[in-house]
């Protein structure tokens, strides 16, 4: 059972946090929308239904029904159950939803792609917008939450292969300084080596792989509340999203595999 959750946007926020988006218009304070929030970026399945609420100062969000389930390998089957979950619980239809928010990795192509296409239906279906995140920027969001105010926050998770996902932020979550990038513990090993990293948020595991000596972050994968909150801006400011672009930072496992096998004597 979700527990509704509040929380304040980032006050400011970079292109590249807010997906590279470009202001059209300010809404007039009072309007409260209606949003679908869905991630598969990670193992971790999460969807929910939040309201984006304009206010004179940051747009204020809150969470009526939420669910995240771990489970790598189902991804499709998962997602569509749970999405209904979330509109029975919140009491919404599919027509009251008034814009979308997916998570766009970076993560693997298979489970990414399942969330991204999920969203961009719905967004077809129903004729709103569908606003794409940096699924680390969610996380650091939240790291961000609970930081102290101007925190440098580390937001990473598992790349496979040995290797992780990571980004850098600044102003407690809320600025991208570095990232996405995809690369061994050991690079990050050096970013967490600077005194001047605050917080993290991801992979337990692969942060302690990295180097992290502190505490095991809250918050390990994107959550409703973080997706909300690094698209609030966007939505608010009734900004006309740019195309889903998949983050994948690296071709398809499957792909690769190919490229690798020995080619037939006489293939170009």
């Known amino acids: 059972m979700s527990t509704p959750e509040s929380t304040p ?14 202001p059209t218009r300010r809404t ?4 409260t929308r209606t949003v679908l929030v869905i991630d598969t970026a990670t193992d971790t399945v999460v969807t929910g239904i939040g309201r984006i609420t304009t206010t004179s100062g940051a747009p204020e969000c809150s969470v009526a029904a939420a669910r995240a389930v771990a489970d790598g390998r189902r991804h499709a089957e998962i997602l569509t159950s749970l999405i209904a979950e979330v509109l029975e619980e919140s009491g919404v239809r599919r027509d009251g939803i008034d814009a979308v928010v997916v998570g766009t990795g970076p993560g693997p192509f298979t489970g ?8 961009a239906g719905f967004g077809d279906a129903l004729d709103i917008p569908v606003y794409g995140v940096c699924s680390l920027d969610a996380i650091a969001h939240d790291v961000g939450r609970v930081s102290a105010s101007g925190a440098t926050v580390l937001a990473l998770t598992d790349a496979r ?8 932020y600044r102003d407690g979550g809320l600025s991208r300084a570095r990232g996405p990038e995809v690369s061994a ?8 080596s600077d005194p001047g990293v605050d917080a993290v948020g991801g992979s337990a595991a692969h942060l302690r792989q990295s180097g992290w000596g502190g505490a095991d972050p809250v918050f390990t994968v994107p959550s409703a509340a973080g997706l909300l ?3 609030a801006i966007a939505v608010t400011d009734g900004q006309s999203p740019p195309p889903l672009v998949p983050l994948y930072l690296r071709r398809p496992d499957a792909v690769e595999r190919k490229d690798q096998q020995p080619k037939k004597v006489g293939a170009s």
């Open 161 to 168: 292969r040995r290797e992780v996902y990571w980004a850098l």
């Open 229 to 231: 909150g690094a698209a």
């Open 9 to 22: 946007s980032a006050q400011a926020v970079t292109g590249t946090a807010a997906g590279g988006c470009t």
């Open 28 to 31: 007039p304070a009072g309007r």
């Open 112 to 119: 990414l792609r399942v969330g991204m296409a999920t969203g």
């Open 185 to 192: 513990p050991d690079v990050v090993a050096e970013i967490l």
